[in-house]
């Protein structure tokens, strides 16, 4: 079993930044990959960025150049950061872990907004 808690998410105007965590536990040693995703009420959940355990990251492309994925093996957490934020960035974001099976977060809101 792995567990996840996401930290991070909040209220940010337009144009801002925030840094998404997400602390892991558990049974970190069946785990290759990690991930954010986020969704909207009523829309399925969708991919933003995942990252390999060599480090290679992937983005969707409506956050190509303004996010960031990164993970500290050491510490067991990943990152988000998001800069240039917009409004249709508003979602609940989730981490996401995966191996041999698939772990989630509770969820963390985040809400771009002036």
């Known amino acids: 079993q792995v567990q996840l808690v996401e930290s991070g998410g909040g209220l940010v105007q337009p144009g801002g930044s925030l840094r998404l965590s997400c602390a892991a536990s558990?049974?970190?040693?069946?785990?290759?990959?990690m991930g954010w995703y986020r969704q909207v009420p009523g829309l399925q959940r969708e991919l933003v960025a995942g990252?390999?355990?060599?480090?290679?990251?992937n983005y969707a492309d409506s956050v190509k150049g303004r996010f960031t994925i990164s993970r500290d093996n050491a510490k067991n957490t990943l990152y988000l950061q998001m800069n240039s934020l917009k409004p249709e960035d508003t979602a609940v974001y989730y981490c996401?872990?995966?191996?041999?099976?698939?772990?989630w977060g509770q969820g963390t809101q985040v809400t771009v907004s002036s």
């Open positions: 996401n872990a995966g191996g041999a099976a698939h772990y």
């Open positions: 558990g049974r970190m040693v069946s785990i290759i990959v």
């Open positions: 990252i390999s355990a060599g480090g290679r990251p």
